[in-house]
Every structure is written in structure tokens, then in C-alpha cells.
């Protein structure tokens, strides 16, 4: 019974920030490799960032490197996504994803655990 639940999604505008959580529950957080996905209607499931277990390693796509920022706090079995300077074409639903030991971190098809996701819209 692997629970990944989402928030901080919203409707900003272009430059702005969103901080995104997603609290785990029903696994032992600390095994499981965590990562950020992001889908924008009609368009395929991309991989956003993902850290490791003990949140010292960290990998992000080119397209929001140096903007995103994730990090992960044991204590309240939650990992974080801080977006800022959004563009429009961040604007996605963004799902959080987990699993033990992925084979490659921004495949989405090693991830088995997922998200209900939370909306991002970035206006211009």
C-alpha cells in the first residue's frame, strides 16, 4: 500500500516559484530512489529530476537544470521539487515517482510507484 500523494502545484506566472512535496507513505522512504515526472496534454511523460537514496546525488533533464531543485527530508518521508524562473513550457501535470534501485533513474517504466499529480500552469 505504497502512497505517493503531491501538492504545491498552482497557477503563476513566468518567473515565478512553485515548491512542490510529495509524502510518501506505506514504504521505507529511505530505500527508495525518488524522481519527478512531468506530462503536458498531448505531449509524452518526461523525466523532470531524480535523487538517490541518500539525497546527496542528484540528476535533472537539460530543460530545467540550474531552475529545479530536488531534495528529499527523511524526517517527513518527503521529497521536494523548487521550480523557479517558470516558463509556460513548464506548465504540466507533475507526478512524483519511487522505486527501489531503478535501472536508470529518468526512465519513467522503472519507476513502479506513482503519484495522483498536481497541476502546473504558467502563464505568460
Known amino acids: 500500500q505504497v502512497q505517493l500523494v503531491e501538492s504545491g502545484g498552482g497557477l503563476v506566472q513566468t518567473g515565478a516559484s512553485l515548491r512542490l512535496s510529495c509524502v510518501a507513505s506505506?514504504?521505507?522512504?529511505?530505500?527508495?530512489?525518488m524522481g519527478w515526472f512531468r506530462q503536458a496534454p498531448g505531449k509524452e511523460r518526461e523525466f523532470v529530476a531524480a535523487?538517490?537514496?541518500?539525497?546527496?546525488?542528484?540528476q535533472y533533464s537539460d530543460s530545467v537544470k540550474g531552475r529545479f531543485t530536488i531534495t528529499r527530508d527523511p524526517a517527513k518521508n518527503t521529497v521536494y521539487l523548487q521550480m523557479n524562473t517558470l516558463k509556460p513550457e513548464d506548465s504540466a501535470g507533475y507526478y512524483c515517482?519511487?522505486?527501489?534501485?531503478?535501472?536508470?533513474?529518468?526512465?519513467?517504466?522503472?519507476?513502479?510507484?506513482w503519484g495522483q499529480g498536481t497541476q502546473v500552469t504558467v502563464s505568460s
Open positions: 515517482a519511487g522505486r527501489y534501485s531503478p535501472k536508470t533513474y529518468f526512465t519513467a517504466e522503472e519507476y513502479r510507484y
Open positions: 506505506g514504504v521505507t522512504f529511505s530505500m527508495f530512489v
Open positions: 535523487i538517490n537514496r541518500g539525497g546527496d546525488i542528484t
